[in-house]
């Protein structure tokens, strides 16, 4: 399939099989992939706005809830959305951890919610360092946990949406450091680039 790939800093790499799995066979670059990914997380941000449903730890914190904002944010895209990576990556637990390593998060979170263990921002930045951290899909983790970790402070917390660095400059670069600074347990870079 000659997709040409100009992968960068953070990237999760994709071989030739994964490469089967895309939907739309007219794509052909990295900038193609993107720009039809962002179209589905667009239709997964309005499937978001029209859930009309008080939102709770028990609807949002399951597996189920993951699964089912992935499968939404790229279904379009890739035929495994919403189901876990089979495989090894260059980041991520092992395959056969996902969902033991999911259900531990899933856990936490909810005890952090229903007891206030951190201020709310970092309640939902804790989350989403961890869910990014196991890398339950092939692709889209950073995206897919950025936007849980946006439900999990404006549903649940009663907090803006994050803005994701969205005033800087080299936003990636920055990001990715924060991300690599709380892989060391240090979370207030990421609580920083995540308002900014």
């Known amino acids: 399939m000659g997709l040409e790939m100009d992968y960068r800093d953070g990237d999760t790499l994709i071989d030739e099989e994964e490469k089967e799995a895309l939907k739309i066979l007219s794509i052909a670059t990295k900038k193609e992939l993107d ?14 706005r029209a859930r009309r449903r ?7 914190l399951t597996e189920k809830f993951v699964c089912q904002l992935h499968k939404r944010m790229f279904a379009d895209v890739w ?3 919403g ?19 999911l259900k531990v998060l899933l856990d936490d ?11 709310a921002d970092e309640i939902a930045l804790r989350f989403k360092h961890r869910l990014v951290s196991i890398h ?11 936007m849980m970790a946006d439900i999990v402070a404006e549903k649940l917390l009663q907090q803006q949406p994050f803005t994701w660095g969205t005033t800087l400059p080299d936003a990636r670069t920055t990001y990715l450091s924060a991300v690599r600074l709380a892989d060391a347990g240090e979370y207030e870079s990421l609580l920083k680039f995540a308002r900014k």
């Open 136 to 146: 339950c899909f092939a692709n889209g983790n950073g995206r897919h946990s950025r």
């Open 54 to 60: 008080k939102w709770n730890t028990e609807d949002v």
């Open 79 to 81: 035929k495994w959305a």
């Open 83 to 101: 189901r876990y990576r089979t495989k090894e990556t260059n980041i991520g637990t092992a395959p056969y951890h996902i969902p033991a390593q």
């Open 35 to 48: 720009e039809w990914e962002q179209k589905n997380i667009e239709y997964a941000k309005l499937w978001l």
């Open 109 to 119: 979170c909810k005890y952090w919610v229903a007891n206030n263990t951190y201020p």
